[in-house]
């Protein structure tokens, strides 16, 4: 069965950077349009990046020029560097997997907390 399982969370200062990482297993990686995507306390969940299969990439405007989403098709990963963090990118950020045919998956998420 698919699988996602994200990694790098914790926590950071503001101004500082994290790396999370999103491993996929169970499916035909290359196909699927990866995201990342957050939930703040008491908000609704928000895309932050995406990137589909033939590598276009979208961002939140609240992100850009901050974050990096990129994928790795043969280590079946993507990642989102995240730089000059902020407070409020404060969220429980998790991976999305989506294909218009085989359907769309999630990952159990990573908590992010921004703080000094």
């Known amino acids: 069965q698919v699988q996602l399982v994200e990694s790098g969370g914790g926590l950071v200062q503001p101004g500082g950077s994290l790396r999370l990482s999103c491993a996929a297993s169970g499916m035909i990686f290359s196909i699927y349009t990866m995201g990342w995507y957050r939930q703040a306390a008491g908000k609704q969940r928000e895309l932050v990046a995406s990137i589909n299969s033939g590598g276009g990439i979208n961002y939140a405007d609240s992100v850009k020029g901050r974050f990096t989403i990129s994928r790795d098709n043969g280590k079946n990963t993507v990642s989102l560097q995240m730089n000059s963090l902020k407070p409020e990118d404060t969220a429980v950020y998790y991976c999305?997997?989506?294909?218009?045919?085989?359907?769309?998956?999630w990952g159990q998420g990573t908590q992010v907390t921004v703080s000094s």
């Open positions: 999305k997997a989506y294909n218009i045919l085989r359907g769309t998956y």
